[in-house]
């Protein structure tokens, strides 16, 4: 079983979205959205506020079902093999998700258990994603005394600690200076680097795209470019992603006012 | 030690560590719902210790009605004999029950208030994404509230124990009595249970001064199950925060008034049939009864029956309106709102 695990690992990607849509009542929010992370792969997914990106992320992480379409994490169907999906997702979310009155080291232990881990393994596995994040020192201090970068480290933490094949980050940048993103994105960038991990990355900040990454952009609903950024330099004949942004989506004054 | 551990964990990390399938499945295993099942009530029971605001408040609250509403009342309402009790007592005494059914039901509003918070603001996701089933998740949290309200009433139960309000030494624990059950099904309870309305087993000498402390364990979990599952469901179905206002108004208030918490049920009766029948109706009643019965060591039937049957109804609803396929806030745009 554990030989095999590899070689299955090698070519199952860490996540799959197949001609997903979805709708709240008559407003469709999602339009036959697809799109693929292989193992190691930092991929962006870009798209102005409204875009869908949090619907496609809640979907992925089933706070509600996929009506149409399939998404699959590591090759389990999020609807019909749910926990074993789940065990294999590490999430950010957009809005702050640590309990405020509780110690770093707490919410971390919280966490383990609510992916199965208890006692020493919690203990170690949140004190191993404490160090990577630099926060180690501050485990026994609680969340209220961090600041709004050194939060986000400790949810990137979070969602790391249990070792998943997929890490989702919701514009996990948002609100934070120009220092704190640049080690936030470090820190992700590294993991994908040293663990392989698959992770989407959402965003709307343009300039956190790097050339080697591929990038998904979502407007309205609907995809409309899924490739590396060279090419969509070439495609749109453009020589920075921004520009390339407003060619395909054609949207000139709401991207400025986003970025 | 534990350096010694995180070391080499890091060493893993660094090497691409990844899960063996094996280990990913044990995960999910019977340890692994422990481990969740712990995790999530020891977080309810730390985040309640860590708010000594929403502990005092939770204390505060029956021990008014204690001392003061009912120091008030005590001449005006006089109790006449009825079951569990065997001599006239005093208004404190028939009121305390009540109060700790107060404890459980505040305390449930409050951790649905903190749900629909949770959604608001996205904590919920968090919970939402472990990979245990959800109904599970929903339940531990549910045991987590409980675990919560169970510290509450003990609190509570020590402050009016040094007011000499305290349930009276039992000697034994009977399992079946009945209290006011239908008419038409009285008789036909009373030769069924003959056998067994006497005491089922005596209670050793010197547990007997505080053994209603023990009794009453049962009653209260399974009444705070009732009323948080009942909270449960409504956190699924209120929208917003701004919401909860209402809630005190229809659902804690009437709830309370409306039921043998503060007075006898006959009392209700001779003063209005109508009201009475709305009382008998009341599922909060039942769960009064539950717990005035276990501080006396007894057990009533017909309340325990209907806050297991409550006690299941809300839940299955609050689980069909979690599930992210059917419920509600599937339909309604999902926890934390969509964009």
Same mark, same amino acid.
């Given at each position: 079983?554990?030989?095999?695990?590899?070689?299955?690992?090698?070519?199952?990607?860490?996540?799959?979205?197949?001609?997903?849509?979805?709708?709240?009542?008559?407003?469709?929010?999602?339009?036959?959205?697809?799109?693929?992370?292989?193992?190691?792969?930092?991929?962006?997914?870009?798209?102005?506020?409204?875009?869908?990106?949090?619907?496609?992320?809640?979907?992925?992480?089933?706070?509600?079902?996929?009506?149409?379409?399939?998404?699959?994490?590591?090759?389990?169907?999020?609807?019909?093999?749910?926990?074993?999906?789940?065990?294999?997702?590490?999430?950010?979310?957009?809005?702050?998700?640590?309990?405020?009155?509780?110690?770093?080291?707490?919410?971390?232990?919280?966490?383990?258990?609510?992916?199965?881990?208890?006692?020493?393994?919690?203990?170690?596995?949140?004190?191993?994603?404490?160090?990577?994040?630099?926060?180690?020192?501050?485990?026994?201090?609680?969340?209220?005394?961090?600041?709004?970068?050194?939060?986000?480290?400790?949810?990137?933490?979070?969602?790391?600690?249990?070792?998943?094949?997929?890490?989702?980050?919701?514009?996990?940048?948002?609100?934070?200076?120009?220092?704190?993103?640049?080690?936030?994105?470090?820190?992700?960038?590294?993991?994908?680097?040293?663990?392989?991990?698959?992770?989407?990355?959402?965003?709307?900040?343009?300039?956190?795209?790097?050339?080697?990454?591929?990038?998904?952009?979502?407007?309205?609903?609907?995809?409309?470019?899924?490739?590396?950024?060279?090419?969509?330099?070439?495609?749109?004949?453009?020589?920075?992603?921004?520009?390339?942004?407003?060619?395909?989506?054609?949207?000139?004054?709401?991207?400025?006012?986003?970025? | 030690?534990?350096?010694?551990?995180?070391?080499?964990?890091?060493?893993?990390?660094?090497?691409?560590?990844?899960?063996?399938?094996?280990?990913?499945?044990?995960?999910?295993?019977?340890?692994?719902?422990?481990?969740?099942?712990?995790?999530?009530?020891?977080?309810?029971?730390?985040?309640?210790?860590?708010?000594?605001?929403?502990?005092?408040? +939770?204390?505060?609250?029956? /021990?008014?009605?204690?001392?003061?509403?009912?120091? !008030?009342?005590?001449? @005006? $309402?006089? *109790? =006449?004999?009825?079951?569990?009790?065997?001599?006239?007592?005093?208004?404190?005494?028939?009121?305390?029950?009540?109060?700790?059914?107060?404890?459980?039901?505040?305390? +449930?509003?409050?951790?649905? /208030?903190?749900?629909?918070?949770?959604?608001?603001? !996205?904590?919920?996701? @968090? $919970?939402? *994404? =472990?990979?245990?089933?959800?109904?599970?998740?929903?339940?531990?949290?549910?045991?987590?509230?409980?675990?919560?309200?169970?510290?509450?009433?003990?609190?509570?139960?020590?402050?009016?124990?040094?007011?000499?309000?305290?349930?009276?030494?039992?000697?034994?624990?009977?399992?079946?009595?009945?209290?006011?059950?239908?008419?038409?099904?009285?008789?036909?309870?009373?030769?069924?249970?003959?056998?067994?309305?006497?005491?089922?087993?005596?209670?050793?000498?010197?547990?007997?001064?505080?053994?209603?402390?023990?009794?009453?364990?049962?009653?209260?979990?399974?009444?705070?199950?009732?009323?948080?599952?009942?909270?449960?469901?409504?956190?699924?179905?209120?929208?917003?925060?701004?919401?909860?206002?209402?809630?005190?108004?229809?659902?804690?208030?009437?709830?309370?008034?409306?039921?043998?918490?503060?007075?006898?049920?006959?009392?209700?009766?001779?003063?209005?049939?109508?009201?009475?029948?709305?009382?008998?109706?009341?599922?909060?009643?039942?769960?009064?009864?539950?717990?005035?019965?276990?501080?006396?060591?007894?057990?009533?039937?017909?309340?325990?029956?209907?806050?297991?049957?409550?006690?299941?109804?809300?839940?299955?609803?609050?689980?069909?309106?979690?599930?992210?396929?059917?419920?509600?806030?599937?339909?309604?745009?999902?926890?934390?709102?969509?964009?």
């Amino acid at each position: 079983m554990a030989s095999k695990a590899p070689t299955d690992a090698e070519g199952t990607p860490a996540l799959v979205v197949s001609g997903v849509s979805h709708s709240f009542g008559d407003r469709k929010v999602l339009d036959r959205v697809s799109l693929t992370v292989s193992q190691g792969a930092f991929v962006v997914l870009l798209g102005l506020n409204g875009a869908g990106k949090s619907t496609l992320f809640s979907l992925i992480t089933r706070l509600y079902d996929n009506v149409s379409g399939e998404i699959s994490i590591r090759g389990f169907d999020v609807r019909r093999r749910p926990s074993q999906a789940l065990q294999r997702l590490g999430v950010v979310f957009q809005s702050r998700t640590l309990d405020i009155d509780l110690t770093l080291m707490q919410n971390l232990k919280y966490h383990a258990a609510l992916h199965g881990f208890s006692g020493r393994t919690a203990t170690d596995l949140a004190r191993q994603a404490l160090e990577l994040v630099g926060l180690a020192e501050r485990a026994d201090e609680k969340v209220r005394a961090l600041s709004g970068g050194q939060l986000r480290r400790v949810e990137i933490a979070r969602s790391m600690m249990h070792h998943p094949d997929l890490l989702l980050l919701d514009e996990a940048t948002v609100g934070l200076d120009l220092g704190s993103r640049e080690s936030v994105m470090k820190i992700v960038r590294d993991l994908v680097a040293r663990d392989r991990l698959g992770v989407l990355w959402a965003t709307h900040l343009m300039d956190e795209v790097l050339p080697t990454d591929q990038v998904v952009i979502l407007h309205k609903g609907v995809v409309l470019y899924n490739g590396p950024v060279p090419q969509l330099l070439t495609l749109t004949g453009t020589s920075s992603v921004r520009e390339a942004f407003r060619s395909v989506t054609g949207t000139k004054s709401a991207i400025e006012e986003a970025a | 030690m534990a350096t010694q551990a995180v070391t080499t964990g890091s060493e893993s990390l660094a090497r691409g560590y990844r899960e063996s399938e094996d280990a990913a499945r044990r995960r999910l295993g019977v340890s692994g719902y422990w481990a969740c099942f712990k995790g999530i009530v020891w977080r309810e029971i730390l985040r309640y210790l860590h708010q000594r605001e929403r502990f005092l408040s +939770a204390l505060v609250r029956p /021990l008014i009605w204690l001392f003061i509403f009912a120091a !008030g009342f005590r001449q @005006t $309402l006089g *109790v =006449s004999i009825i079951p569990p009790y065997e001599t006239y007592v005093l208004y404190e005494e028939y009121i305390a029950p009540g109060l700790i059914a107060m404890i459980l039901l505040f305390n +449930a509003m409050q951790s649905s /208030l903190s749900m629909v918070y949770d959604r608001e603001t !996205g904590t919920m996701r @968090t $919970l939402l *994404v =472990s990979p245990f089933p959800r109904s599970f998740l929903l339940l531990s949290k549910l045991l987590g509230g409980v675990s919560v309200a169970l510290l509450q009433a003990y609190a509570f139960m020590l402050v009016a124990w040094f007011w000499g309000i305290q349930p009276p030494p039992i000697t034994e624990v009977k399992l079946f009595t009945f209290y006011d059950p239908p008419t038409w099904a009285g008789d036909v309870i009373a030769k069924m249970t003959d056998p067994i309305v006497n005491p089922l087993f005596s209670v050793p000498e010197f547990i007997q001064p505080f053994a209603g402390y023990i009794t009453v364990i049962p009653a209260i979990i399974l009444a705070g199950l009732m009323l948080g599952s009942l909270a449960l469901f409504m956190s699924s179905v209120i929208k917003q925060l701004e919401n909860f206002a209402g809630v005190m108004n229809f659902v804690i208030f009437p709830m309370f008034f409306a039921s043998s918490a503060l007075y006898p049920l006959w009392r209700i009766r001779e003063a209005s049939p109508p009201l009475y029948e709305i009382c008998r109706l009341n599922p909060f009643t039942y769960a009064v009864e539950l717990i005035r019965f276990g501080l006396y060591g007894q057990v009533d039937t017909v309340s325990l029956a209907i806050v297991v049957g409550c006690t299941v109804v809300f839940l299955a609803a609050a689980v069909f309106a979690y599930n992210p396929s059917k419920g509600l806030i599937a339909r309604r745009g999902g926890p934390g709102g969509s964009a």
